[in-house]
């Protein structure tokens, strides 16, 4: 019975540590904060002369804001004063709340900075656009604990991996992330 607790806690930590980040979406005529809240230009000149960058740029901003909203959420195993529900969706929103609340019957936080890679690639021409987003999570910042103590990962978990997501651009002209998968095994 303890090694079955013991096995899905680790589950879900290695889950949340996947769901945790930084960035976010812009609103329409906002920019996106940069690493120290600061506002960034939201495109660069060469993108903006390119719709499909600059949606690239856009869907990658809803990745980070799901990951920033996320961070909040595990931190205190509430999802409530975040804007996650902005940036995504579908099985990835059922994801996340699963997760929050598997963090909260077992009494963990997680806290730190989780290191993202993350890359997309948009198709405009699917109805609705759609992107794949790759990233390689880096985990050596992350720290998840209980009773303020700190909870060593699973000794197989790989400190930097793999992982997609997808996104679709809806009729407001946000993206949403719809499906997040990790791929623990696909190292980086």
Not at 46 to 74: C, F, I, N, T
Request: with cysteine; glycine share 8%.
């Amino acid at each position: 019975m303890h090694r079955k607790w013991l096995v899905e806690a680790a589950g879900a930590v290695v889950l949340t540590v996947l769901l945790a980040g930084c960035g976010g979406e812009p609103g329409p005529k906002e920019t996106a904060p940069d690493a120290n809240g600061a506002p960034s230009p939201s495109v660069s000149a060469s993108a903006s002369s390119d719709p499909k960058a600059a949606e690239e740029q856009a869907a990658l901003a809803a990745y980070q804001g799901m990951w920033r909203a996320h961070a909040v959420a595990v931190q205190k195993a509430s999802e409530k004063g975040t804007r996650i529900e902005d940036y995504a969706s579908g099985e990835a929103l059922a994801t996340i709340r699963q997760d929050i609340r598997a963090m909260r019957e077992a009494g963990t936080r997680a806290n730190g900075k989780l290191g993202h890679e993350p890359k997309a690639k948009v198709d405009l021409k699917s109805s609705p656009p759609t992107a794949t987003i790759t990233d390689c999570l880096d985990l050596k910042d992350w720290e998840t604990t209980r009773d303020g103590k700190p909870l060593p990962l699973p000794s197989e978990q790989p400190m930097r991996y793999r992982t997609t997501a997808q996104a679709e651009q809806w009729d407001d002209g946000r993206w949403r992330v719809i499906q997040y998968t990790q791929h623990g095994e696909q190292t980086c």
